[in-house]
């Protein structure tokens, strides 16, 4: 293909490009409201995980291979995932996205076309264990907000969609099923979708056998996208204070191959260089399906060409995630 304009990848990841792309031409099934006489489930959990069975979207989400490096210092203990069911948990997920793309405009042109996106959206999330399936989580979420003025107006309507998360071993999320309300538009649901994904992306397994206070662990998994990568993890049991640890992790993505599939097109280009890391540190309660807290920061790069290897493009990518405990 002639490289004439940038590819638009306005999340600046490239899973969270092609999950855009598709999420726009998905028109997800709607809440059905209820009617006075149905009951309510909003107890402390979740009577059922109504998400598998109701039309939500459904996503699957990469598996990590875990891996314990160093078994840590003292007496190793089990990191027993056991979800409460007395209690729902409240978080905020805040997620932004950023690229910056330089090319040439045209063959010997003295401008370069340069392209600046960001995607930045602030998500309440309630969450409930299912009662009688600790490995199913389901979740009801309030307005979003955002900083991107054309996009802020347009999430209200995402008030009160709902969705799910089912689990493998270790706390690792396997897949994610989304269901915005009717009155949500494309815009909205893609962001929200984007914004799930990238966190859930990066999600943090925990190994199955017993660990002590500065246990490391590598985990790994293949995330699929307009670029594929093999992401590492190399995660740091810091402290543990009876069901709370806290973590530290180093990430780096390397592409499986040099294809760059193009959102929202049969085009690629070719992956000529690439860089993707970063770090951050979270605190996790093995009582809860969700991070409590915790940020991360990812920063990193990738030359690409099409049929001109004199005009390629540049771009500079990062994306940052923050878990918060609600008020």
């Known amino acids: 293909m ?57 996503i699957n989400l990469p598996s990590p291979e875990v891996t314990v490096l160093s ?52 998500t309440p999330i309630t969450a409930r264990t299912v009662c009688d399936d600790p490995t199913s989580l389901e979740f009801s979420i309030g307005a979003p907000t955002s900083k991107d003025t054309d996009l802020a107006p347009l999430l209200t309507d995402l008030d009160t969609s709902t969705g799910g998360l089912s689990y493998g071993p270790g706390m690792a999320p396997t897949r994610l099923r989304l269901k915005p309300t009717d009155a949500a538009g494309s815009p909205a649901r893609s962001a929200l979708e984007q914004s799930l994904i990238g966190a859930l992306d990066y999600a943090i397994p925990l190994p199955t ?18 670029a594929t990568v093999t992401q590492t993890m190399t995660v740091t049991l810091v402290s543990r204070t009876a069901d709370v640890l806290e973590l530290d992790v180093a990430i780096d993505e390397e592409p499986v191959n040099s294809v760059f599939a193009i959102p929202g097109s ?7 260089r690439f860089s993707m890391s970063g770090k951050g540190s979270f ?25 001109d290897p004199n005009r390629p493009i540049l771009q500079k990518n990062g994306f940052t995630l923050a878990w918060k405990k609600s008020e």
Do not use: Y
């Open 2 to 58: 002639t490289v004439s304009s940038l590819p638009s990848t306005p999340s600046g990841m490239c899973r969270r490009a092609v999950v855009a792309a598709a999420a726009a031409a998905v028109v997800a099934a709607g809440l059905t409201a209820c009617s006075a006489d149905e009951p309510v489930d909003d107890g402390p959990c979740a009577a059922t995980a109504a998400s598998k069975d109701d039309g939500a979207r459904s």
């Open 71 to 122: 078994p840590g210092d003292g007496a190793p203990q089990p990191l027993t995932v056991a979800p409460d069911t007395d209690s729902s948990q409240s978080v905020t997920l805040e997620t932004s996205s950023t690229e910056s793309s330089i090319a040439p405009s045209a063959p010997n042109a003295e401008q370069n076309q340069i392209q600046n996106t960001e995607q930045q959206l602030v």
């Open 209 to 226: 056998t017993p660990v002590a206070t500065g246990a490391t662990w590598r985990a790994v998994r293949r995330v699929t996208g307009s």
């Open 266 to 272: 049969d085009a690629t280009l070719h992956i000529a």
């Open 283 to 307: 605190t996790v309660d093995l009582r809860r399906l969700l991070p409590t807290s915790g940020t991360l920061t990812m920063q990193g790069g990738r030359e690409l060409l099409g049929d």
